[in-house]
C-alpha cells in the first residue's frame, strides 16, 4: 500500500474520531478510528516510512487533546454557585407570612391546602384537624414547610 494512501487512512481515522464526539455511536466510530490510524501508523513503520508513521500518531494525540478540551468546554458547566444564595424566594415568601390569616381550602389532618395572602399553600396544622373553611393563621415558617394553627375568635376581631 502506498504511503499516501496510509496518510489517508489515518486521515480517516481523525475524522471518525470527531464524529464520535459529536454522534452518539456507542463507541463504534471510536473503535473504526482507532483499527483506521493504528493500521495506517504500523504499516507506515513496517515499510520504512517512520516520520510519516511518527507525524500521523503525533497528528493523533494533538487531535484528541483538542476534542476532549472542547469537549470539556461544551459540556462543562459555566455557573459558578459559591456566591448564590440558596434560599429560594418562596421560602423567603413564607417566612414573610408569619402572622398572616388564611382560610383552610382542604381538611387539614394534619397537611392540606389554605388560602393566604392570595396564594394557595400547602400547609401543616400544629395540631390535630382543622377543618375545610375555618380560619388560620401562620405561625411557623421552616424551609418550605408552614405550620398554622386554627385561629382563636378573639384574633379575628383585631
Partial sequence: MEWWLLSMLCLAGLILIFLEVFIPSGGLLAIAALLCIAYSVWELHLQGHSYIALACAL???F????LF???????GLKTDLAASDSIGDDVKDSREMIGERGLV???????GI????GKRLDVVALQGY?????SVVVIESDGNRI???KAETNESDS
Fill in 59 to 61: 497528528m493523533t494525540a
Fill in 63 to 66: 487531535w484528541i487533546v483538542f
Fill in 69 to 75: 478540551r472542547f469537549w470539556l468546554r461544551r459540556v
Fill in 105 to 111: 381550602m382542604s381538611d387539614l389532618r394534619p397537611a
Fill in 114 to 117: 389554605a388560602l393566604i395572602a
Fill in 130 to 134: 382543622i377543618n375545610k373553611g375555618d
Fill in 147 to 149: 405550620v398554622v394553627k
